[in-house]
């Protein structure tokens, strides 16, 4: 069965400092997405991307944060400068449908630690 | 969004059905059903969806009632890899889920 894959699985990085997080969503998949999940605390919906552009966005996804699609596979989130509370687990989704009658398929997630 | 309301937690014995109650009294007529699950360390997986009618997949079955003001995922059989955080959601503008706190199933041997 087709599956989100994201790489790497855990990232480590010092304040301040530029991080990407790489996503490959399953390949017939046309909405792609990011959340994000501090230890212990609920998944936090970040942004979704469709048609090559932002379709939503949280409150949580200031002008720090950027994503890409810089090829036909890869959906990349970007950190400019990343800060303490930006570590968390970041998940990457997709999905065929934009209504609610298909499911998102998640990968297993990038461990973001910032010291 | 409206909002569901699962209990924080439940427990099952291995190879017993499973019953987890979902509460979404403010549904509206074109919201769907979706339950997640969360293992530890893993992202969230996929178990089913539905709008108004009962739904069957490999995985679980989920009832839905017929105000479709509460709904219910059932595990036919619990195994100790179903032990997971269980998440209903309401799809409302189909663009993001919303995750609330879920269902914490503990699943006996």
């Known amino acids: 069965e087709p599956e989100v894959t994201q790489t790497p699985s855990h990232q480590v990085t010092q304040m301040g400092q530029e991080v990407i997080l790489r996503c490959v969503p399953i390949s017939n998949h046309l909405y792609f997405y990011w959340y994000r999940q501090i230890l212990g605390q609920k998944v936090e919906f970040l942004v979704s991307f469709y048609n090559n552009e932002i379709s939503e966005k949280s409150e949580i996804f200031d002008d720090q944060f950027s994503v890409e699609r810089p090829d036909g596979s890869n959906f990349t989130l970007k950190i400019r400068s990343t800060k303490l509370e930006d570590s968390a687990m970041y998940f990457c989704?997709?999905?065929?449908?934009?209504?609610?009658?298909?499911?998102?398929?998640f990968g297993n997630g990038t461990r973001l630690t910032v010291t | 969004d409206a909002k569901t309301t699962q209990p924080n937690s439940m427990e099952s014995n291995e190879e017993e059905p499973v019953h987890l109650p979902c509460n979404h009294s403010?549904?509206?007529?074109?919201?769907?059903i979706h339950w997640y699950r969360q293992l530890p360390s893993q992202g969230p997986e996929y178990v089913i969806h539905g709008l108004t009618s009962n739904v069957n997949n490999r995985m679980a079955s989920l009832a839905i009632a017929e105000d479709r003001k509460s709904s219910t995922l059932i595990l036919h059989r619990a195994t100790l890899r179903d032990a997971a955080v269980y998440y209903c959601?309401?799809?409302?503008?189909?663009?993001?889920?919303?995750f609330g706190e879920g269902t914490q199933l503990t699943v006996n041997p």
């Open positions: 403010t549904i509206s007529g074109t919201d769907y």
């Open positions: 959601i309401l799809i409302i503008s189909g663009s993001r889920l919303t």
């Open positions: 989704a997709s999905g065929t449908l934009r209504q609610g009658g298909s499911p998102l398929h």
